[in-house]
C-alpha cells in the first residue's frame, strides 16, 4: 500500500485520528475581544517594569557607594545605559497610544 493510497485518518506513526469532515457541524465563533483592554494592560506592565528596573537600580548603586564598591557602580552604569532607551522608548510609545487613542 503506499502513501497515496492509504486513508486521511492515518498517520505514518501508526497512530489513528478521528476526522472529522461535516459541512453542517455548527462552530462556536466568540464575540470579538476589544483590544484596547490588552493595550492598556501591556502600557501599564511597561511602566511598571520601567519604575522597578530604575528603583532596583538606584538602590544597588547607593548599597555598592555605601559599601565602598565604586567599580561596581562603574558598571552598573553600562546596564543602566543599555536597557532605560530600550525600555524608556517602549514605555514612551505605550502611553502615546494610551493616552491619544480614540474613546468609543
Avoid: C
Avoid at 455548527?26 to 494592560?41: G, I, K, L, M, Y
Amino acid at each position: 500500500m503506499s502513501d497515496q493510497d492509504k486513508p486521511a485518518d492515518e498517520v505514518q506513526d501508526g497512530e489513528q485520528h478521528e476526522v472529522i469532515d461535516d459541512p453542517g457541524r455548527q462552530v462556536a465563533v466568540s464575540a470579538p475581544r476589544d483590544p484596547a483592554v490588552d493595550r492598556a494592560v501591556i502600557s501599564k506592565v511597561l511602566i511598571g517594569m520601567m519604575a522597578v528596573g530604575l528603583v532596583m537600580h538606584y538602590v544597588a548603586v547607593v548599597a555598592f557607594e555605601w559599601t565602598g564598591k565604586h567599580e561596581s557602580v562603574k558598571s552598573l552604569e553600562t546596564v543602566l545605559n543599555a536597557w532605560l532607551p530600550i525600555l524608556s522608548g517602549l514605555v514612551g510609545a505605550a502611553v502615546t497610544y494610551y493616552f491619544t487613542r480614540e474613546k468609543s
